[in-house]
C-alpha cells in the first residue's frame, strides 16, 4: 500500500470572475522513502495540488469538490479534523518557498522549532528545548545553543530554509512536502539545501513530494517526476525515463526550451501561445492549442492518463496511439 | 559581434557606495555598503555582456550605476566618449537616450494605468523623436518589433501575461534607438516556456539592430546561452570575465568554479554523478567585507597572502582576466561539469 494515495482531487477557487479549475482530477500516490517530483509552470495546479493535501487552500474562494488523499489508511480530505491534525504537521510536513515570510517574525527561532514537538508530543518544554537544538545542530546551523534564542531577521535567508527545514522535520515525518523551497535562494546556497534534503531523507527514510519547475533539480533529487498542466497530470514517469525518452508533447517541449539543453546561440525552442484560462471549460487536450503533433480528435477528446509501460503514463492521445 | 567593434560603454574604476548614518540628531557616517567596488569594464559595439553573481554582489546596482540612478561613488562611466558623471544635465539626457534599461518584474516596471500606446508614445515625446502625427506609426513598429499586434496598443498592462508585458517593456526600452541595453533579470521571472520566447527575442533584436546589451542574471545557463562575454561579480567586485564559452566551461576563479557546479544539470545521467563543490556558508556582508581577497573565507584554494592582499585582476589566458593569485593551483583541478 502506498504511503499517500490521491485519487480524483479536483480543487475549484470560486471567484467574482469565474470557478477556476485550479487542480483538475489529479490522481498519483507516493511510496514509503520515495522522492516524487511535480513539475510545471506557474498556474499548473502544483502548488495547490499539495495545499489541498495539507488543508491549506483558503476556503472560500477554494473548494475541494471531489477526490481523496488517502494518508496510511487515513483519507485527510474527509477524516475528522481532529485525526487530520494529528497526522498534519507531525507525520506530513510542508517546507515553503520563501523562507523570508514563512517564519513568524515576532517569535524566537526557539518557539517555532520546538512548536510542533509541543503539539503533537507530550514532552516537557526542556527536553523540547533539547530537541530542537539538536534538530538545528542536525540542520547545519552553526552555534546553534546561542542563535536557537535569535529571531528571524537575525539569520540570512539560507539560513532561515534550514530553520523551516528543521521544524518541519522535528516531529520525525514519513512525508514531506516541499514547495519549491529553494527557488528564493541563490544557487550556492540551493545546492547545501538540497544536499541537506537529500541527507535527512536518508536518516529519517522519509518519502519527499518535491514541487519545483526547474527541471535540473529534479534529475539530481527525484526518483520519479510528474508533469502538470493546466491543472491535470500529463506525464509520469521514472526520472531518468523522462529525461531520456519523454512522451507527451508538453515533456519534451518544455525540455526542448531550456537553454542548458541546446547549443549555445542557437534560437531556443519556444511553445507557442500561452496557457489556458482555467476559468473556461476545456475541450479536449488542454494543450492541443499549442501543441505541435495537434490532430482534430485531441480538441474534442479528454485524454486519460493511461500507462504506456509499467511505471511511465501519458495523457496524450497521440503517444497513446503510438503516432509519436 | 564583430570583434573589431567600436566601445561604446566603458566603465573605469567604478565604485558605488551607500554611506550608513548611525545616531539622530548628530548623524555620523559610521561605514559604508560598497556595493559596487572597482569595477572596470567596456562593452563593444553589438555585443552581448553577461553579468552574473549571487544576490548582494552588486550587480544590479551596477546596473543603475550604468544609467546614473544612483550617484557614483568614484570612477568614470563613459558613453561615446562623455563621461556621464562630469556632463550637464542636457547632455546626460541627450546620452540617456542612448541608455535604455530593462527591469526585472514587469508587473511592476509598467505603470498600471497606462495604456501600452501611452507608455510607448511617452519617450518619443518626451524626447522630441517624433512629431504627434507620426506617433502611431512609430507604436505599432515597436510593437511589430517586440511580436505584439498593434490592436492590444489600448490595452493596459493587467490585460497582458508575465511574457507580454516583458516584451512591451523591451519595446519601450527601443523606443528611443538606444545603443546599449542594461536588462536586470529580465527572464527571472518569468517560467521556462516563455523566458525561451523572450530570449530568442533579445538576442534577434541585438544582432538585427547592432545593439550592446548588457544582460544580468543569476541563471549562468541563460546567461551562457545569450552572452558574447561573461563577467563574475563577487562582492561589489568582477572576479572572472572572459568568452562566455570559457568561462562556464573552463572557469578559471575557484568561485566561479563553485557558481558552476552548484548549478543542477537537468540530466539525471549527469546530475547523478556529478562532483559538486560546496561553498560552506552564505556570501559576506557588503558593509564588512573580509579584507583580502573577499572569497577567502569559502575558498578552498586560499592561502594566508589571500587574507591580506586583494588579488587583481589578471590575465588569465587570452581575452580573460581573473581575479585571484592561486590560479596554477585552480587550474590543476579537474573543471566541473558545466550546465
Given amino acids: 500500500m502506498p504511503l499517500l494515495a490521491v485519487q480524483d482531487l479536483r480543487t475549484y477557487?470560486?471567484?467574482?470572475?469565474?470557478?477556476?479549475?485550479?487542480?483538475?482530477?489529479?490522481?498519483?500516490?507516493?511510496?514509503?522513502?520515495?522522492?516524487?517530483?511535480?513539475?510545471?509552470?506557474?498556474?499548473?495546479?502544483?502548488?495547490?495540488t499539495c495545499y489541498s493535501i495539507m488543508g491549506l487552500v483558503p476556503q472560500p474562494p477554494g473548494r475541494i469538490e471531489s477526490g481523496s488523499a488517502v494518508f496510511d489508511g487515513t483519507d485527510l480530505l474527509r477524516c475528522p479534523a481532529r485525526e487530520a491534525r494529528a497526522i498534519r504537521g507531525k507525520r506530513v510536513a510542508m517546507i515553503f518557498q520563501d523562507p523570508m515570510t514563512s517564519l513568524n517574525p515576532y517569535?524566537?527561532?526557539?518557539?517555532?522549532?520546538?512548536?510542533?514537538?509541543?503539539?503533537?508530543?507530550?514532552?516537557?518544554?526542556?527536553?523540547?528545548?533539547?530537541?530542537a537544538l539538536a534538530m538545528l545542530e542536525a540542520v547545519g546551523i552553526n552555534d546553534a545553543a546561542k542563535r536557537i534564542h535569535y529571531y528571524p531577521h537575525q539569520f540570512s535567508g539560507g539560513m532561515r530554509q534550514r530553520v523551516m527545514i528543521a521544524m518541519a522535520l522535528i516531529t520525525r515525518p514519513e512525508l514531506l512536502i516541499a514547495d519549491e523551497?529553494?527557488?528564493?535562494?541563490?544557487?550556492?546556497?540551493?545546492?547545501?539545501?538540497?544536499?541537506?534534503?537529500?541527507?535527512?531523507?536518508?536518516?529519517?527514510?522519509m518519502a519527499v513530494i518535491f514541487i519545483t519547475h526547474d527541471l535540473g533539480v529534479v534529475s539530481g533529487l527525484c526518483d520519479r517526476v510528474q508533469v502538470m498542466y493546466a491543472g491535470r497530470i500529463v506525464e509520469t514517469a521514472a526520472t531518468s525515463t523522462l529525461f531520456r525518452a519523454p512522451r507527451h508533447p508538453y515533456t519534451r517541449a518544455l525540455q526542448q526550451s531550456i537553454p542548458a539543453l541546446q547549443p549555445k546561440g542557437a534560437e531556443l525552442f519556444t511553445i507557442p501561445g500561452m496557457p489556458p484560462d482555467l476559468s473556461k471549460?476545456?475541450?479536449?487536450?488542454?494543450?492541443?492549442?499549442?501543441?505541435?503533433?495537434?490532430?482534430?480528435?485531441?480538441?474534442t477528446t479528454v485524454p486519460g492518463l493511461i500507462e504506456a509501460a509499467p511505471g511511465q503514463a501519458d495523457a496524450c492521445l497521440r503517444a497513446q496511439a503510438g503516432e509519436l | 559581434m564583430n570583434p573589431g567593434a567600436e566601445t561604446v560603454l566603458e566603465l573605469r574604476d567604478v565604485k558605488t557606495h551607500f554611506p550608513i548614518y548611525q545616531g539622530f540628531l548628530l548623524k555620523r557616517q559610521v561605514g559604508a555598503v560598497k556595493a559596487v567596488?572597482?569595477?572596470?569594464?567596456?562593452?563593444?559595439?553589438?555585443?552581448?555582456?553577461?553579468?552574473?553573481?549571487?544576490?548582494?554582489?552588486?550587480?544590479?546596482?551596477?546596473?543603475?550605476?550604468?544609467?546614473?540612478?544612483?550617484?557614483?561613488?568614484?570612477?568614470?562611466?563613459?558613453?561615446?566618449?562623455?563621461?556621464?558623471?562630469t556632463c550637464s544635465r542636457a547632455e546626460l539626457l541627450a546620452s540617456r537616450r542612448d541608455l535604455q534599461m530593462v527591469?526585472?518584474?514587469?508587473?511592476?516596471?509598467?505603470?498600471?494605468?497606462?495604456?501600452?500606446?501611452?507608455?510607448?508614445?511617452?519617450?518619443?515625446?518626451?524626447?522630441?523623436?517624433?512629431?504627434?502625427?507620426?506617433?502611431?506609426?512609430?507604436?505599432?513598429?515597436?510593437?511589430?518589433?517586440?511580436?505584439?499586434?498593434?490592436?492590444?496598443?489600448?490595452?493596459?498592462?493587467h490585460e497582458f501575461s508575465?511574457?507580454?508585458?516583458?516584451?512591451?517593456?523591451?519595446?519601450?526600452?527601443?523606443?528611443?534607438?538606444?545603443?546599449?541595453?542594461?536588462?536586470?533579470?529580465?527572464?527571472?521571472?518569468?517560467?521556462?516556456?516563455?523566458?525561451?520566447?523572450?530570449?530568442?527575442?533579445?538576442?534577434?533584436?541585438?544582432?538585427?539592430?547592432?545593439?550592446?546589451?548588457?544582460?544580468?542574471?543569476?541563471?549562468?545557463?541563460?546567461?551562457?546561452?545569450?552572452?558574447?562575454?561573461?563577467?563574475?561579480?563577487?562582492l561589489g567586485k568582477i572576479v572572472e570575465l572572459g568568452a562566455a564559452e570559457d568561462v562556464i566551461d573552463r572557469p578559471a576563479h575557484p568561485y566561479t568554479r563553485a557558481?558552476?557546479?552548484?548549478?543542477?544539470?537537468?540530466?539525471?545521467?549527469?546530475?547523478?554523478?556529478?562532483?559538486?563543490?560546496?561553498?560552506?556558508?552564505?556570501?559576506?556582508?557588503?558593509?564588512?567585507?573580509?579584507?583580502?581577497?573577499?572569497?577567502?573565507?569559502?575558498?578552498?584554494?586560499?592561502?594566508?597572502?589571500?587574507?591580506?592582499?586583494?588579488?587583481?585582476?589578471?590575465?588569465?589566458?587570452?581575452?580573460?582576466?581573473?581575479?585571484?593569485?592561486?590560479?596554477?593551483?585552480?587550474?590543476?583541478?579537474?573543471?566541473?561539469?558545466?550546465?
Fill in chain 1, 13 to 48: 477557487f470560486h471567484t467574482r470572475s469565474g470557478v477556476y479549475r485550479a487542480v483538475d482530477g489529479v490522481n498519483f500516490s507516493v511510496e514509503r522513502g520515495e522522492t516524487l517530483g511535480i513539475v510545471g509552470e506557474s498556474g499548473s495546479g502544483k502548488s495547490v
Fill in chain 1, 107 to 131: 517569535l524566537r527561532i526557539s518557539e517555532q522549532v520546538m512548536e510542533p514537538l509541543l503539539i503533537h508530543e507530550r514532552i516537557s518544554r526542556k527536553a523540547a528545548l533539547a530537541r
Fill in chain 1, 181 to 205: 523551497p529553494t527557488t528564493a535562494l541563490d544557487v550556492t546556497v540551493q545546492a547545501q539545501i538540497l544536499d541537506l534534503i537529500r541527507q535527512l531523507q536518508r536518516e529519517l527514510g
Fill in chain 1, 281 to 299: 471549460p476545456i475541450a479536449g487536450c488542454a494543450f492541443a492549442p499549442r501543441c505541435g503533433f495537434v490532430v482534430d480528435r485531441c480538441r
Fill in chain 2, 37 to 85: 567596488d572597482g569595477v572596470t569594464l567596456s562593452v563593444r559595439q553589438g555585443e552581448v555582456l553577461g553579468l552574473v553573481g549571487e544576490s548582494g554582489c552588486g550587480k544590479s546596482t551596477l546596473a543603475r550605476t550604468i544609467l546614473q540612478l544612483v550617484p557614483t561613488t568614484g570612477g568614470t562611466v563613459v558613453l561615446n566618449g562623455k563621461n556621464l558623471g
Fill in chain 2, 103 to 157: 527591469f526585472q518584474d514587469p508587473y511592476a516596471s509598467l505603470n498600471p494605468r497606462m495604456t501600452v500606446f501611452a507608455t510607448l508614445a511617452e519617450p518619443l515625446l518626451a524626447h522630441r523623436l517624433c512629431r504627434r502625427s507620426e506617433v502611431r506609426a512609430r507604436v505599432d513598429e515597436l510593437m511589430n518589433l517586440v511580436g505584439l499586434a498593434p490592436r492590444f496598443a489600448a490595452k493596459y498592462p
Fill in chain 2, 162 to 234: 508575465g511574457g507580454q508585458r516583458q516584451r512591451i517593456a523591451i519595446a519601450r526600452a527601443l523606443a528611443l534607438r538606444p545603443k546599449v541595453i542594461v536588462a536586470d533579470e529580465p527572464v527571472s521571472a518569468l517560467d521556462v516556456s516563455i523566458q525561451a520566447q523572450i530570449l530568442n527575442l533579445l538576442s534577434h533584436l541585438c544582432r538585427q539592430m547592432n545593439l550592446s546589451l548588457i544582460f544580468i542574471a543569476h541563471d549562468l545557463s541563460v546567461v551562457k546561452h545569450i552572452s558574447d562575454r561573461i563577467a563574475v561579480m563577487y
Fill in chain 2, 259 to 339: 557558481l558552476v557546479s552548484a548549478i543542477p544539470v537537468p540530466n539525471p545521467e549527469i546530475e547523478r554523478h556529478r562532483k559538486r563543490i560546496m561553498l560552506p556558508g552564505d556570501p559576506p556582508s557588503p558593509i564588512n567585507p573580509p579584507a583580502g581577497c573577499a572569497f577567502h573565507p569559502r575558498c578552498p584554494y586560499a592561502r594566508e597572502i589571500c587574507q591580506t592582499a586583494v588579488p587583481p585582476l589578471i590575465a588569465a589566458g587570452p581575452g580573460r582576466q581573473a581575479a585571484c593569485v592561486r590560479l596554477d593551483a585552480v587550474a590543476a583541478d579537474p573543471v566541473p561539469t558545466s550546465p
